[in-house]
């Protein structure tokens, strides 16, 4: 039980954290392209995740642990960062965090897939309410979408879901935070030919509000946010510890209007409650 508790509260703390990713990543592609956003945040938390598994002289993963690293590092460091970037130039961050909510759900899925779990079948119950929940908030609010902007999220969803279920039975073995430093050195290479070829011309041109959502995606979301992550779905559960996010979009919202000044719907009240009382419905019966 404690540390089932110890697990909720992780994820819940990590959720509080992703919850600016979307916010922060709108701030950081007004001025930088969204291949540099993916590219440059990954480099600079693979790098602090060097110095972490260096200082605490962490030993190195085994080779059979190379290809779920692989698939962590498509699925959290290359794959939702690049596609939730390009999306973003087609639609709002309020309209593209409600995508989050399908997210619990692609967890879920990928949980019983890569991470042997077996939730009841009440648990499918209460995650695809809240999913539906937060799906009829987004399709009731409407604003701020194109196709191609939600299709590229769905696939983003997709991919992180994967990305985090991979991540999370393998951090059974090697730990959170390890996990997702292993991850962020083994696409070290590409990211940073990446960010080298896709540099702003004039760096002069980039405003300080794209250098803070900058800054925040590449510490916050792409390695501190992975910490509290990992541990909470390694050791609450994949699926139900999942759930959390159906909390993330609304965080999200608050965080899109108060920094930038996006239109927040009253509807987002009457949804959040449905999703907290989804979320604590999955938690009972994960």
């Known amino acids: 039980m404690e540390r089932t508790t110890a697990g909720w509260g992780s994820g819940l703390l990590a959720v509080i954290i992703f919850s600016g990713s ?3 990543t709108r701030l950081a592609v007004a001025d930088f392209t969204p291949l540099f956003v993916t ?3 990954a480099v600079i938390a693979a790098l602090l995740g060097a110095v972490f598994l260096m200082a605490l002289r962490q030993a190195r993963p085994a080779r059979s642990d190379l290809l779920p690293l692989g698939i962590v590092s498509i699925g959290v460091v290359l794959g939702f960062p690049l596609l939730t970037g390009f999306a973003l130039q087609h639609i709002t961050a309020a309209h593209s965090v409600v995508f989050v909510g399908l997210l619990p759900l692609s967890t879920a899925i990928f949980g019983v897939l890569r991470g042997g779990e077996r939730p009841k079948p009440a648990f499918w119950f ?6 539906a929940a937060v799906a009829g908030f987004a399709l009731y609010n409407g604003g701020g979408g194109s196709l191609t902007g939600d299709l590229l999220m769905v696939a983003s969803i997709v991919l ?6 991979e991540g999370a039975a393998l951090s059974r073995r090697l730990g959170g935070w390890q996990v997702i430093s292993w991850a962020l050195l083994l696409s070290l290479p590409v ?3 990446i960010a080298l070829g896709t540099m702003p011309a004039n760096w002069a041109d980039i405003g300080w509000r794209a250098w803070s959502g900058f800054a925040y995606v590449s510490v916050f979301s792409m390695m501190l946010g992975f910490v509290f992550w990992y541990r909470g ?7 139900g510890v999942g759930q959390l996010q159906l909390l993330q979009p609304f965080f999200g919202l608050l965080l899109a209007g108060v920094v930038l000044g996006e239109p927040v719907a009253w509807t987002m009240i009457a949804s959040t409650v449905i999703v907290i009382l989804c979320v604590a419905g999955a938690k009972r019966f994960s």
């Open 22 to 24: 979307l916010p922060a």
């Open 39 to 41: 590219s440059g945040r």
């Open 126 to 131: 209460f995650s695809t309410i809240g999913a």
């Open 160 to 165: 992180c879901g994967l990305g985090y279920a």
């Open 191 to 193: 990211m940073t030919v």
């Open 233 to 239: 779905l390694a050791i609450g559960g994949i699926a």
